[in-house]
């Protein structure tokens, strides 16, 4: 078993890892239509993350150079800090919460409204909607998504060292 995983991790991580961020993306379309969810700006700018993945992932794969598995660290790393600022905002006080007012409208409004770099700024500012949990499999989907994204961070920088 373990010999499958190092050869997969040789000769395949890319794929592996662009495959596994979109059965990411499916699922959570999948708990959105199936539960009646309504993910908050934080958590489709997530899921735009994980895009981001499958992008530099797929680079990679074409291209095996240093720079294209930067691309894969660069990515990773805005996952980790867009999880990391959610997971942050869902253990805030309520009375912290209700100061928090960046995150009213859902994401493709604000990038209609403002643009993508304000929608971002807006988005990542957070508000009482991105602290809301939702559904949680031992862990929330925040959570899950920071646990990807370090150890998409770690496996791709020991592609670069």
């Not at 993306?25 to 993350?49: E, G, N, P, S, W």
């Not at 602290?131 to 020991?158: C, H, P, T």
């Amino acid at each position: 078993m373990l010999n499958l995983i190092k050869e997969v991790y040789q000769n395949y991580f890319e794929i592996a890892s662009a495959m596994f961020a979109s059965l990411v993306i499916v699922l959570a379309y999948i708990l959105d239509k199936v539960f009646f969810l309504q993910a908050c700006a934080m958590c489709i700018l997530t899921r735009y993350a994980f895009g981001l993945i499958i992008l530099t992932s797929l680079i990679s794969y074409l291209l095996k150079s240093k720079f294209s598995y930067l691309l894969m660290i660069l990515s990773s790393s805005f996952g980790i800090f867009i999880t990391s600022k959610q997971i942050y905002i869902q253990n805030l006080t309520v009375e912290e919460l209700s100061s928090l007012s960046g995150c009213g409208m859902p994401f493709h409004t604000m990038v209609d409204y403002f643009g993508l770099i304000e929608a971002i700024t807006r988005t990542l500012a957070g508000g009482p909607s991105c602290a809301e949990d939702g559904m949680r499999f031992i862990l929330n989907f925040a959570e899950w998504g920071l646990v990807f994204f370090v150890f998409y961070f770690i496996l791709s920088l020991k592609k670069v060292l």
